[in-house]
Every structure is written in structure tokens, then in C-alpha cells.
């Protein structure tokens, strides 16, 4: 069982930066590759990016945030983050992190493969 909190969402104007963080609970965090998705008022659920398990050397990201934003993971303190830089009105969503026990071959991208979620932390980016 794997516990997700989110933190760091707040407002921020356009071009500005924020530092998402999910602090998990649970044992073996490195066994779980672990992902961002977000989610807008009358949108679907969208990936945002992803980290394998073990010592995260594969990242994934959507193509709309590559370049601005960074995944990456810190199992000592069990927490994964996400660093967006140069942010857009249209990155605003409720964010989420995700955790799924980690199979080499399995799709990181699509969050049904996603067992664990966070709460969410609410990201808005004001033009």
C-alpha cells in the first residue's frame, strides 16, 4: 500500500516557475515508477510525465511540457517532483502523482496502470 501527497501547486503568472512535490508513504518507494497527470475544469485526465522505478533513469513527458518541465525522484526521502519552468495559462489543472509497481515493459504514459493516486494540488497560471 503506497499513500501520495501532494504539495507546492499555487498562482503564478505566466512564465513563472513552481516546484511540485509527492511524498509517499509505504514501503520499497523505489519499486514504483511514479507519474504526473493533470487535470482541467471539463477535460479529461492527461499525462504529464513519468519516472521508472529503481533509480529513475527513464523519464517520459507529453510533448506539450518538454523543455519546461523536469521529473524526478529522491527515494531516500520518498518523494517525487516535478519542476515547471516557463509556465502557460494553459498548464492550469488540478496535478496529480501516481505510483505503480514498476514492470519493465509496462506503459508509463497511460495513468490505468496507475494503482496509487494523491489527493491533487491545484496549479493556476494567470496570463
Known amino acids: 500500500q503506497v499513500q501520495l501527497v501532494e504539495s507546492g501547486g499555487g498562482l503564478v503568472q505566466a512564465g513563472g516557475s513552481l516546484r511540485l512535490s509527492c511524498t509517499a508513504s509505504g514501503r520499497t518507494f523505489s519499486n514504483y515508477a511514479l507519474g504526473w497527470f493533470r487535470q482541467a475544469p471539463g477535460k479529461e485526465r492527461e499525462f504529464v510525465a513519468a519516472i521508472s522505478g529503481w533509480s529513475g533513469v527513464a523519464t517520459y513527458y507529453t510533448e506539450s511540457v518538454k523543455g519546461r518541465f523536469a521529473i524526478s525522484r529522491d527515494n531516500a526521502k520518498k518523494t517525487l517532483y516535478l519542476q515547471m519552468n516557463s509556465l502557460k495559462p494553459e498548464d492550469t489543472a488540478v496535478y496529480f502523482c501516481?505510483?505503480?509497481?514498476?514492470?519493465?515493459?509496462?506503459?508509463?504514459?497511460?495513468?490505468?496502470?496507475?494503482?496509487?493516486w494523491g489527493q491533487g494540488t491545484q496549479v493556476t497560471v494567470s496570463s
Open positions: 501516481a505510483a505503480q509497481l514498476f514492470v519493465m515493459g509496462r506503459p508509463l504514459t497511460s495513468y490505468v496502470n496507475y494503482n496509487y
